[in-house]
């Protein structure tokens, strides 16, 4: 198991960069947690949360991007804290990168 699930995005250290995929129209690509099979492990009320991911690598985002989606940068991570008031109003509530499942 993963260290008992999602940290919280205060106590998250990103990378001056970071990588999202989103659809042609620049629309958040937004996944639940059961879509990822190294998270599989978590409860069923867990599994239902809608999640956005992150990359800390070009190279990793651009291969897990489909054809009818792009890879954006975000060049400022600040942006996560910014935006988790709207991310969580939208039904978002967790950010998930390579190693972390972090919690808004």
């Known amino acids: 198991r ?20 989103v ?7 937004i996944k639940l947690i059961k ?3 190294n998270w599989e492990f978590l409860p069923n009320e867990d599994l239902n949360r809608k999640t956005i991911e992150i990359f800390f690598d070009l ?7 489909k054809k009818e989606k792009k890879v954006i940068k975000v060049p400022n991570t600040d942006i996560f804290r ?5 991310l969580i109003s939208r ?4 950010i998930v990168s390579e190693d972390k499942l972090i919690a808004l």
């Open 2 to 21: 993963k260290e008992l699930s999602s940290v919280p995005l205060s106590e998250v250290k990103f990378p001056k960069i970071v990588y999202m995929i």
């Open 23 to 29: 659809d042609k129209n620049s629309e958040l690509e």
């Open 35 to 37: 879509d990822y099979p």
């Open 59 to 65: 190279k990793k985002a651009k291969t897990v991007c």
């Open 82 to 86: 910014i935006a988790s008031p709207v």
């Open 91 to 94: 039904g978002i509530s967790r």
